[in-house]
């Protein structure tokens, strides 16, 4: 079972729909945990963090959940632009540093 | 600032032949990471250095694979002898902070590698 697991897409949306990602994650030491977008062949970037109250982003709104180990990504009124990859990432902190683990990514077509 | 820079932005090569990504972090970045993304297996971290200094390898699939960073403006991870199943993008990322995105964590554009 992979660390981060998300919904497999694509999900394909009209414009102006509302659409919502899932993640899971095993590791109960994940400490911290983000949203990046990622667009056909280019690099991933941030999108948002994911604060244990929920926060919002203009249309973007991400939850955890911390006792089902569960993220969440809301995006309302989507627009074409939103078209991307959408990975949900977990960190964790050791001794020597710390990691992101991303997960599998999921499509979003609008 | 002009960003992760990596190079090449593709390559292709023949099976057997050694192969070598480059990249220059962002200027003031300690942390240097080397990432490799397959449809199959998503985007795995291959190996992370601080200031110059390798720290945690754990993600290097085999000893085909060594990544080095002699100062702090270049990297470089090497494949040889390359193999079709190393066909991936390989991104390299900095940041002032390791595992810690919002401290400006960056990826390059990535390279496209097509071992033929």
């Known amino acids: 079972r992979k660390e981060v697991e998300q919904d497999p897409g694509p999900f394909n949306v009209p414009e102006g729909a509302t659409v919502a990602f899932n993640c899971t994650y095993s590791n109960s030491a994940s400490q911290s945990f983000f949203w990046y977008r990622q667009d056909c062949r280019k690099e991933p970037k941030l999108l948002m963090s994911v604060y244990s109250s929920g926060n919002e982003d203009g249309r973007f709104t991400a939850q955890r959940n911390r006792a089902s180990q569960y993220i969440s990504l809301l995006i309302r009124d989507s627009k074409l632009s939103d078209s991307a990859t959408y990975l949900c990432?977990?960190?964790?902190?050791?001794?020597?540093?710390?990691?992101?683990?991303f997960g599998q990514g999921t499509e979003l077509s609008v | 600032d002009a960003g992760v820079i990596q190079s090449p932005r593709h390559e292709v090569t023949e099976m057997g032949q050694e192969v070598t990504l480059r990249c220059k972090p962002i200027?003031?970045?300690?942390?240097l990471f080397w990432y490799r993304q397959t449809m199959m297996r998503g985007l795995e971290l291959l190996i992370y250095f601080n200031n110059n200094v390798p720290i945690d390898d754990s993600g290097m699939p085999e000893d085909r694979f060594s990544a080095k960073m002699p100062n702090a403006s270049f990297s470089t991870l090497k494949i040889q002898p390359s193999e079709p199943r190393d066909s991936a993008v390989y991104f390299c990322?900095?940041?002032?902070?390791?595992?810690?995105?919002?401290?400006?964590?960056?990826f390059g554009s990535g390279t496209r590698l097509t071992v033929v």
């Open positions: 990322a900095s940041s002032l902070r390791s595992g810690v995105p919002n401290y400006g964590y960056t």
């Open positions: 200027s003031g970045h300690d942390y």
């Open positions: 990432v977990v960190t964790r902190i050791y001794n020597q540093g710390g990691k992101l683990i």
